[in-house]
């Protein structure tokens, strides 16, 4: 797939639908080896009614989920078959470790993810996301992804 992937690329790789596909666009992939993926964040998001009223910001782990997805398309891709009738075999984030948030997330910020496999297999992957606003770290996380 041609860079960078954006809305009608990313469903045919993710299951994932409004209101909770949460990454807007690919910009940069290596595959089997980094991913960077961007989510804009707008004042019309779902979540900011009741998180929190007055002052909204985007709840933690929905920062975390986004930059799963991230790495479900690094992943998705890297095993091949997308979209070409072969393997769609979903994947499935079923660990995180090592989360840190560091700044709150508001709307008019863009996410950018990177994340990179800290270890790869046929099933089950690992790999370590940064988000960042700005240049500015704001969260990260070890995760942990299974297929099907």
Known sequence: MKLPLKY???IKILPHRYPFLLVDMITEMELGKRV?????????EPFFEGHFPGNPIMPGVLIIEAMAQVGGVLARL?????GEGGNETPVFFVSMDKVKFRVPVVPGNQLKFEV???RTGSRVWKMAGKAFVNGDLVAQAELV???G
């Open 116 to 118: 990179e496999p800290l």
């Open 78 to 82: 890297s095993i091949g078959g997308v």
């Open 36 to 44: 960077v993926g961007i989510k804009n964040v707008t004042i019309n």
């Open 145 to 147: 992804a299974t297929l």
């Open 8 to 10: 009608e690329d990313i």
